[in-house]
């Protein structure tokens, strides 16, 4: 079975191509994993703009799909169009006509792919953003008769793990598993008994924990995405104390939320009532270190108790903030020393952040969800 993936929740636009075999949900290969980056776009604002982005993925789509089709071998000439579908396809893409005018042209050159099925992020995410995808998915469904795969994009970041990983499918070694879910837009702590079977235990109460690495950076003067930036200034800073001391809020509640928010406050506070030194490359490092430390510290705590609490056969992570290589490190160590026998997944640092391999696996778990495109709708707020 082929599958083609298409995730725009955010400000990635990732189309991938992967090939199963019909036995067994893990068994794949990926033939191909294109992601268009927006962030020189977004760069600018310090932020991903919702309708500057929708607009980026309507440019992108038909690029991105040509190009995954080409290193998928499966980009051949038509000499067949089909204009009696052509009504419908507009009445798809009404809202979005610079996508409609690149997918016809794309339509009338190609011939239609031997794909058996499409999978689609339908949230959560941002509204805007996830229609293109979905009208995308959707005109692809229709004008090439296969059926779609809504897909839940937390979902998505958790099963990313199981893309590098095909060997250690054994569901009674893996759960109960403990996931911790951090990116840019979620910061959430699941329970989970099967593919298929979640419980959110906790949540933030505010921002997520990449949405603080996103606005302290900005807060510092650096640039966007902050967590890879505030990452390698933090890096930088080799002094074995930064003599900054910033709060780790809600790490000893006893329930399994976070909050982030009051930790950007701190840095916002400290960085006006330390303006001069705010200048200094020496203490932006400094205070990169203890932003980012304060996020783990909190992460890896509650991470933990939940884990102990529920007696969790496995830890796993996903979301843009799990590729940061301290976050990793520390979180090894730390099971390690007080859960020895827990096992630890982490995806490959670039299935992390956003994509569509992930998008891809997670339709191949849910093959019993295929529905018509009539009926696919985004949903911003769509919890696990
Ligand atoms: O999962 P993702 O790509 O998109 C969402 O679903 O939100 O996550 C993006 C977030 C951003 O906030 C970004 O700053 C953060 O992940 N991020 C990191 C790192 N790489 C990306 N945070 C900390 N360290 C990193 N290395
Ligand atoms: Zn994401």
Same mark, same amino acid.
């Given at each position: ?28 290969? =990926? #033939?191909? *994993?294109?992601?268009?980056? $927006?962030?020189? !776009?977004? &760069? /600018? ?6 309708? %500057? ?104 970041? =958790? #099963?990313? *793990?199981?893309?590098?990983? $095909?060997?250690? !499918?054994? &569901? /009674? ?6 996931? %911790? ?204």
């Amino acid at each position: 079975m082929i599958i083609l993936s298409i995730e725009t929740s955010c400000d990635d636009t990732g189309i991938a191509i992967i090939k199963s075999s019909d036995k067994k949900d893990f068994n794949f290969s =990926i #033939l191909s *994993n294109i992601i268009s980056s $927006q962030i020189e !776009i977004h &760069k /600018k604002w310090g932020g991903v703009y919702p309708t %500057l982005a929708k607009r980026e993925h309507q440019k992108n789509l038909v690029p991105v799909l040509t190009k995954a089709l080409k290193q998928s071998k499966m980009l051949k000439k038509t000499l067949q169009t089909k204009p009696e579908k052509v009504k419908t396809l507009e009445k798809i893409l009404e809202r979005e006509k610079d996508l409609l005018k690149k997918l016809e042209k794309f339509l009338n050159k190609y011939e239609n792919p031997n794909i058996d099925l499409i999978t689609v992020t339908t949230g959560p995410g941002l509204e805007p953003c996830l229609w293109v995808g979905i009208n995308f998915a959707k005109a692809l469904s229709y004008y090439w008769n296969i059926p779609i795969i809504p897909v839940n994009h937390i979902e998505a970041h =958790i #099963l990313a *793990n199981f893309v590098d990983k $095909q060997q250690i !499918i054994n &569901k /009674k070694e893996l759960f109960p598993a403990i996931c %911790l879910v951090v990116s840019g837009g979620h910061t959430q702590l699941i329970l989970m008994k099967d593919i298929n079977k979640y419980k959110i235990l906790g949540e933030t109460r505010d921002d997520a924990a990449g949405e603080c690495f996103d606005k302290t950076a900005k807060i510092l003067g650096l640039s966007y995405p902050g967590g890879p930036i505030i990452a390698s200034e933090a890096e930088k800073c080799k002094a074995q104390s930064p003599f900054i001391s910033l709060p780790r809020p809600m790490i000893y509640t006893k329930d399994y939320d976070f909050s982030f928010s009051g930790l950007k406050t701190a840095v916002l506070y400290k960085v006006k009532s330390e303006k001069e030194k705010g200048k200094n490359k020496k203490y932006i490092q400094k205070m990169a270190y203890e932003i980012q430390q304060a996020i783990i510290d909190v992460l890896i705590k509650k991470t933990l108790k939940a884990a102990k609490d529920y007696k969790a056969k496995t830890i796993i992570l996903g979301g843009g903030v799990s590729a940061n290589k301290e976050l990793r490190k520390q979180f090894k160590e730390k099971i390690k020393k007080e859960m020895p026998d827990t096992k630890y997944l982490i995806p490959d640092s670039k299935l992390c952040t956003d994509n569509a391999v992930m998008i891809a696996i997670t339709g191949l778990c849910h093959k019993n969800k295929k529905t018509s495109w009539k009926k696919l709708k985004a949903e911003a707020n769509l919890r696990i």
